[in-house]
């Protein structure tokens, strides 16, 4: 047992975040012990493999700002994603989101041709029109310099690559040697427009085994690993599958919104993973049940301000 500390305030964010861990009650001291965690695989990072996983939705916000700041300081190795980072970093790349709100009238918005993503608008088309475009571009360019099959990890740097744009998480990911793999890449519209494109070029492929094996490479080769797992979703289970592999994740710190008593994996603690070997049962895991666009930024803010 430890005591309950009150937190004294003034002295920057990094103070802030290590009181937490010692204030008792409910998620701040949560987030402390995630900001300790996280600081500790920083220290040690030469000797820690990184894995980050994340769905789309956060894509779609300034939180890809954040994200791609993690990669651009070399904080990450390894991202799982979803097909719909694909669209919104590509989309984004080029054309504007807007900002609305959870209660607007969706029959209204259908009729003046805007998507609602909670409480992010995108005009139609801002999404399947723009990326249909660089799309069809991009996949002539690969299939004319006689590329017929890459691993998701590889089509990422080429997405990348092609967006070119200093704000775009791929770019970033390509320039840092970042793989990012999606395991489920016909998700969302550039897996479609892949798919439609595999119907007039049928020897062109995704090859998916290759992403596992870097995954199988990355886990069995790791002195340690941890996971930085926001959301959950076919994202996070990718993470924590190949680490059971190993005895589980060193580390592993959750943000998520959702619960477990449905029985989804999206809410399920980083506890119940250590049943199940994802997690080792003598790591260091935290799970923080709140909004990454606010808890994440307020980390990764600090950890700045300290030095990493």
Same mark, same amino acid.
Request: charge should be negative.
């Given at each position: 047992?430890?005591?309950?500390?009150?937190?004294?305030?003034?002295?920057?964010?990094?103070?802030?975040?290590?009181?937490?861990?010692?204030?008792?009650?409910?998620?701040?001291?949560?987030?402390?012990?995630?900001? $300790?965690?996280?600081?500790?695989?920083?220290?040690?990072?030469?000797?820690?493999?990184?894995?980050?996983?994340? !769905?789309?939705? !956060?894509?779609?916000?300034?939180?890809?700002?954040?994200?791609?700041?993690?990669?651009?300081?070399?904080?990450?190795?390894?991202?799982?994603?979803?097909?719909?980072?694909?669209?919104?970093?590509?989309?984004?790349?080029?054309?504007?989101?807007?900002?609305?709100?959870?209660?607007?009238?969706?029959?209204?918005?259908?009729?003046?041709?805007?998507?609602?993503?909670? $409480?992010?608008?995108?005009?139609?088309?801002?999404?399947?029109?723009?990326?249909?475009?660089?799309?069809?571009?991009?996949?002539?360019?690969?299939?004319?310099?006689?590329?017929?099959?890459?691993?998701?990890?590889?089509?990422?740097?080429?997405?990348?690559?092609?967006?070119?744009?200093?704000?775009?998480?791929?770019?970033?990911?390509?320039?840092?040697?970042?793989?990012?793999?999606?395991?489920? !890449?016909?998700?969302?519209?550039?897996?479609? $427009?892949?798919?439609?494109?595999?119907?007039?070029?049928?020897?062109?492929?995704?090859?998916?085994?290759?992403?596992?094996?870097?995954?199988?490479?990355?886990?069995?080769?790791?002195?340690?690993?941890?996971?930085?797992?926001?959301?959950?979703?076919?994202?996070?289970?990718?993470?924590?599958?190949? $680490?059971?592999?190993?005895?589980?994740?060193?580390?592993?710190?959750?943000?998520?919104?959702?619960?477990?008593?449905?029985?989804?994996?999206?809410?399920?603690?980083?506890?119940?993973?250590?049943?199940?070997?994802?997690?080792?049962?003598?790591?260091?895991?935290?799970?923080?049940?709140?909004?990454?666009?606010?808890?994440? !930024?307020?980390?990764?803010?600090?950890?700045?301000?300290?030095?990493?």
């Amino acid at each position: 047992m430890r005591p309950v500390k009150d937190i004294g305030l003034g002295e920057g964010l990094p103070a802030l975040l290590r009181q937490m861990a010692s204030m008792g009650g409910f998620m701040g001291r949560r987030l402390g012990e995630a900001y $300790n965690i996280l600081r500790e695989v920083l220290e040690k990072k030469d000797e820690v493999t990184v894995f980050m996983s994340f !769905p789309a939705a !956060p894509v779609s916000t300034g939180l890809r700002g954040v994200i791609r700041e993690m990669l651009s300081r070399g904080w990450v190795d390894v991202v799982i994603t979803t097909c719909g980072t694909w669209d919104h970093d590509l989309a984004r790349s080029y054309v504007d989101y807007f900002t609305g709100s959870f209660e607007m009238d969706d029959r209204e918005l259908r009729r003046r041709e805007v998507h609602r993503l909670g $409480n992010v608008l995108i005009p139609f088309d801002n999404y399947g029109v723009v990326i249909e475009k660089h799309m069809r571009r991009l996949l002539e360019d690969l299939y004319s310099r006689g590329v017929r099959e890459l691993p998701t990890y590889e089509f990422s740097w080429e997405l990348g690559k092609y967006i070119g744009s200093e704000e775009s998480l791929l770019y970033t990911a390509y320039k840092r040697d970042v793989e990012v793999i999606v395991p489920a !890449p016909y998700d969302g519209a550039v897996g479609y $427009n892949i798919w439609v494109f595999q119907q007039f070029h049928r020897d062109f492929k995704l090859d998916m085994y290759r992403d596992e094996k870097l995954l199988a490479d990355a886990v069995y080769e790791a002195s340690s690993t941890a996971g930085i797992l926001v959301g959950g979703g076919v994202s996070k289970h990718h993470l924590i599958w190949w $680490n059971q592999f190993r005895g589980g994740l060193d580390y592993a710190l959750q943000i998520s919104t959702a619960v477990e008593y449905d029985g989804s994996l999206s809410g399920a603690r980083m506890s119940e993973a250590v049943s199940w070997n994802k997690v080792s049962s003598s790591g260091r895991y935290v799970s923080v049940w709140g909004d990454a666009t606010i808890l994440l !930024p307020i980390l990764v803010e600090a950890l700045i301000e300290e030095g990493f």
